[in-house]
């Protein structure tokens, strides 16, 4: 059991914070969460960036421990979120780099490195949600096109989005896990109507897109047909393995601001809410714990990410959420104001039970595969 | 940063296991619960001939060297197996007290109002003036409760922080012993408590029998000669921060001695963290018992394992057992007391709230004396109340947020 870094470790960690020192302040301001060209344009800006200084594929190329190093210093530093570029860069990216032809690699992953394409992902449909192998978004073979009609749900980024990496049905009558094929569908595609959702907090952060006879070229498939479902594993994988470092170091952070509003507003004398504190820190440090336990086990595996992003995201999930109420305690009636700090990222908070898998599903996860429970109801 | 078990780390681990299940196996777990406050001495050498006690001293001084990391998977096996005994106490005792290192002496100690083990033990660390035995809730922990001064003997009653140490013939009576604290106590070993936590060598002190921990030296033992301890700073302190590891911050209610009005001194941070790894081990026992049961115990023709309900508290339980002992494991390695504090929260809540979902995992069965499953939570209680229990190191905790 070591925690220690590498001197190289430590000469990366150093030269990244002195390079974010130095480009940091030189960013433009941050656009308005409602103007979608103006987040695209800003964090496309901040990829390019990122290329330039040779940081762009850390999420691809770099160890484990070099892309935990990568998330908590530009976190700790308040560099921008991979916002526009997280499909491209953490789910389809990746998937393209495992799965992909030679030729498929060529065209899709340097724009995605370089900030120039953005992605967005259509796997949720309706009636397709935890029980995503379900889906029935179909596609029949047309010539040298597949032709989509259907439609996907929680497509974040949809507005802004060059390309779609897409799970559609090529088999109806195959068992539902052995018929799904993956596509990476044109965003300006004849046929594609974009919807955006309104969230609980007020904003617009996915949509739902519906197709209807949208023509996609078979050269755009990614492994073989009706192979989509293990092709999408991968991806799915990748989410749950340092998804959350950059959280996790921002999470800490708010924890320390909270002590300080309390000592400030004098709710810091009360006991229980103290304690409260307390123990959220003990969370939150075992979760970074957790963090490097999971990234020294993916480093030992040769970089895969195992089931242990099942644990931390049940755990960190609910902590999340936790530390959020306890905030709500720390301001009081103020809580109820959405122009304090906090109260919105309480709301956004609710999402996190209930993304990329909900703790019900995750909980299934843990169980049938690392405690050997077997499937049922 | 390798934040693993080392090869060296799983086969010391897998060896205590392996001792523990011949010598501490499931009937001598019953015959133990059939006699309660008994001490199998024999087991006791046993524990101290493979190491358990000397873990941690130099092997220059007759001890295995190794360290904290390995102290705690160690203390993991311990609580998995549901050994009885004051293992804390003895263990932390080895550097100071002759015969703890090599299990001839049962050192027990104070822990506030609280003694384990009075009874059984050789050696009592710390003030138990006038204690008086419990009816444990635990049948394998005798406990006495150490009276509260009244308040004109509060003063005269107060103790320097490396109080005393009062040693008991064996078979002595309790009252005996508690009626002259620090009677007999080793000039050698007097004032020798305060260190023995962390840095203490056998023989500081001039401790005669203290030569005795290098007796084993060269026999078989846990770990092998391979394993080395990994460097690591002082165990509670973080850089720059000497004063916290000892003493709870200001304005958590308690000193360094006497809050509890017993004038022992406060607890020990490598106590609180072995007890922690002692919870730890208990988390992963009951983990292994609700699984198993969901596994094999079938309702509605199924294994009730195969229900969500069930199912998802077996996963709950795994995660509050992983996230536990990542805790525990980095306080370990880190020997920072809010890590050790963190450690012990997450622990106690796995051991606890597992035991709880472990026995329900049980039904009927759950319930009664013959399956283990109270067994295990009774330990986890009062483990839990040991350090002053959760609310010292949710304080201390907030004091460092604060900070």
Excluded at chain 1, 9 to 20: K, S
Excluded at chain 2, 237 to 261: F, H, K, L, S, Y
Aim: glycine share 12%.
């Amino acid at each position: 059991m070591d925690l220690s870094y590498t001197p190289e470790e430590e000469d990366f960690r150093a030269r990244l914070r002195e390079w974010l020192a130095k480009v940091l302040p030189t960013l433009p301001p941050k656009p308005s969460p409602d103007d979608w060209p103006a987040r695209r344009a800003y964090d496309l800006g901040w990829q390019r960036t990122l290329y330039e200084a040779g940081y762009a594929d850390v999420h691809w190329d770099a160890s484990p421990t070099l892309r935990l190093i990568f998330l908590e210093e530009t976190e700790r530093a308040g560099a921008p979120y991979v916002g526009a570029n997280f499909v491209g860069l953490l789910h389809a990216g990746p998937t393209i780099a495992a799965e992909g032809t030679p030729a498929q690699r060529a065209r899709w992953l340097p724009p995605v490195l370089r900030g120039e394409e953005v992605w967005c992902q259509g796997f949720s449909e309706p009636d397709a949600g935890s029980d995503l192998a379900s889906l029935r978004t179909r596609a029949w073979r047309d010539g040298d096109d597949y032709v989509v009609t259907g439609s996907k749900i929680w497509t974040s980024h949809a507005e802004v989005a060059d390309w779609c990496e897409l799970l559609v049905r090529t088999d109806p009558d195959a068992p539902k896990h052995r018929g799904i094929t993956w596509l990476a569908m044109p965003m300006d595609a004849t046929g594609i109507t974009v919807r955006p959702l309104r969230t609980l907090a007020g904003s617009a952060e996915f949509a739902e897109v519906f197709l209807d006879e949208v023509r996609v070229p078979v050269a755009n498939r990614v492994g073989a047909e009706n192979d989509g479902w293990r092709v999408t594993m991968v991806t799915l994988s990748f989410e749950r393995g340092t998804a959350f470092v950059g959280e996790v170091v921002a999470c800490r952070r708010v924890l320390a601001e909270l002590a300080v509003e309390a000592r400030r507003n004098g709710r810091w004398d009360d006991p229980v809410l103290r304690r409260r504190l307390g123990r959220l820190e003990a969370e939150f440090r075992a979760l970074w714990r957790l963090t490097q336990w999971n990234v020294s086990g993916a480093e030992a595996s040769g970089g895969v990410p195992g089931v242990g992003g099942s644990v931390f995201k049940l755990r960190y999930s609910h902590a999340r959420q936790e530390l959020y109420d306890t905030a709500a305690e720390v301001l009081g009636s103020d809580c109820l104001d959405m122009n304090r700090p906090w109260v919105l990222d309480r709301l956004s908070s609710l999402s996190y039970t209930i993304a990329a898998g909900t703790s019900q599903i995750q909980r299934n996860i843990v169980a049938e595969r690392l405690l050997d429970l077997p499937k049922g109801r | 940063m390798r934040f693993q078990l080392t090869e060296d780390q799983s086969a010391l681990r897998a060896g205590v296991r392996e001792l523990l299940d011949r010598r501490f196996g499931r009937e001598a777990l019953r015959a133990a619960v059939d006699a309660p406050g008994r001490l199998d001495r024999e087991l006791w050498r046993a524990l101290g001939d493979a190491g358990f006690f000397a873990l941690r001293l130099p092997e220059a001084d007759g001890g295995v060297g190794l360290g904290l990391p390995e102290a705690v998977l160690v203390f993991e096996e311990a609580g998995r197996a549901l050994l009885p005994g004051p293992l804390v106490a003895t263990h932390l005792a080895a550097g100071s007290v002759a015969g703890a290192a090599t299990g001839e002496t049962v050192v027990a100690a104070a822990d506030g109002r609280l003694v384990e083990w009075l009874e059984a033990a050789d050696v009592v660390r710390g003030a138990v003036a006038g204690a008086v035995p419990l009816r444990s809730v635990d049948p394998l922990t005798p406990l006495h409760r150490i009276p509260a001064p009244t308040p004109g003997e509060a003063a005269a009653d107060r103790r320097p922080p490396d109080g005393g140490e009062t040693h008991t013939a064996a078979g002595s009576r309790p009252a005996e012993a508690s009626a002259h604290p620090g009677s007999g106590a080793d000039p050698g070993a007097a004032g020798g408590e305060h260190a023995a936590g962390a840095s203490a060598h056998p023989g500081s002190g001039g401790h005669p029998r203290a030569a005795a921990g290098g007796r084993a030296a060269g026999s078989a033992r846990v770990g092998g000669g391979s394993a080395r301890a990994e460097a690591k700073p002082r165990v509670g302190e973080a850089p720059g921060e000497r004063r916290q590891a000892t003493q709870p911050p200001a304005g958590t209610g308690t000193g360094a001695v006497g809050a509890d009005g017993t004038g022992n001194p406060a607890p020990d941070p490598v106590a609180i963290l072995l007890t922690a790894a002692e919870q730890l081990g208990t988390a992963v026992r009951v983990q292994e018992l609700a699984v198993q049961h969901a596994r094999t115990r079938e309702q509605f023709g199924q294994p009730v394992g195969a229900f969500q309900a069930v199912k998802h508290l077996c996963a709950d339980l795994l995660v509050r057992t992983e996230t536990a002992r990542v805790a525990v494991y980095a306080a370990a390695v880190t020997g920072d007391a809010a890590d050790i504090a963190a450690a012990r929260l997450l622990a106690d809540e796995a051991a606890v709230r597992g035991a709880r979902d472990c026995l329900q995992v049980h039904g009927g069965m759950g319930f009664t004396w013959e399956a283990d499953v109270h067994l295990h939570l009774k330990r986890a209680w009062v483990r839990a109340r040991r350090g002053g229990g959760g609310t010292e190191s949710e304080e201390l905790l907030a004091a460092r947020l604060a900070a």
